[in-house]
T-cell receptor, first 113, second 113 residues
Framework: KQEVTQIPAALSVPEGENLVLNCSFTDSAIYNLQWFRQDPGKGLTSLLLIQSSQREQTSGRLNASLDKSSGRSTLYIAASQPGDSATYLCAVSLFYNNNDMRFGAGTRLTVKP | NAGVTQTPKFRVLKTGQSMTLLCAQDMNHEYMYWYRQDPGMGLRLIHYSVGEGTTAKGEVPDGYNVSRLKKQNFLLGLESAAPSQTSVYFC????????????FGQGTRLTVV
């Protein structure tokens, strides 16, 4: 059974710091991996999607990497800003089921001014 | 653009009562999903639909029913609510499988007392 773990559960950093969020999954048979952002009382917004054949994706100050063989992904946020404060979720799309995606519990990030 | 809209946003039910959550999307997406999010856990898939008139079970379908009579709407029903169904429910839609360009609603917070 695919399990997705995100550590730490919460992280607080000063503004301007570069940071890394971690995601691990137990079954390497994934189709893709996505990183989402969730703001309080709002839905999820997809930030980056990495196909299983890719190693990384970049969007602005965000860079996500994928090491499928070791079951790990990282989300790197450069020059963090207070507006980056949110919960970040990673999710893997199962290789053997087109329509099921397994989520981690998320990392709650606070960027202090 | 409305995107994915969930109705209602909040609801309190008594044990044994029934209710229906409505998800509406205006992007002509074929795929729609219902998830629940519980504290300390990732989102878990309840049911999904790959097109009008189709539904399928996800990871945690027990106690829920769904219908997709119109392409733009995906309904989630609780026939006899239980306290274990207290959760935040999210609807999502995507144009293709594997959650390609998936959009999420803002969530429905349901409390069963």
């Amino acid at each position: 059974k695919q399990e997705v773990t995100q550590i730490p559960a919460a992280l607080s950093v000063p503004e301007g710091e570069n940071l890394v969020l971690n995601c691990s999954f137990t079954d390497s048979a994934i189709y893709n991996l996505q990183w989402f952002r969730q703001d309080p009382g709002k839905g999820l917004t997809s930030l980056l999607l990495i196909q299983s054949s890719q190693r990384e994706q970049t969007s602005g100050r965000l860079n996500a990497s994928l090491d499928k063989s070791s079951g790990r992904s990282t989300l790197y946020i450069a020059a963090s800003q207070p507006g980056d404060s949110a919960t970040y979720l990673c999710a893997v799309s199962l290789f053997y089921n087109n329509n099921d995606m397994r989520f981690g519990a998320g990392t709650r990030l606070t960027v202090k001014p | 653009n409305a995107g994915v809209t969930q109705t209602p946003k909040f609801r309190v039910l008594k044990t044994g009562q029934s209710m229906t959550l409505l998800c509406a999307q205006d992007m002509n997406h074929e795929y729609m999903y219902w998830y629940r999010q519980d504290p300390g856990m990732g989102l878990r898939l309840i049911h999904y639909s790959v097109g009008e008139g189709t539904t399928a079970k996800g990871e945690v379908p027990d106690g829920y029913n769904v219908s997709r009579l119109k392409k733009q709407n995906f309904l989630l029903g609780l026939e006899s609510a239980a306290p274990s169904q207290t959760s935040v429910y999210f609807c999502a839609s995507s144009w293709g499988d594997r959650y390609t360009e998936a959009f999420f609603g803002q969530g429905t917070r349901l409390t069963v007392v």
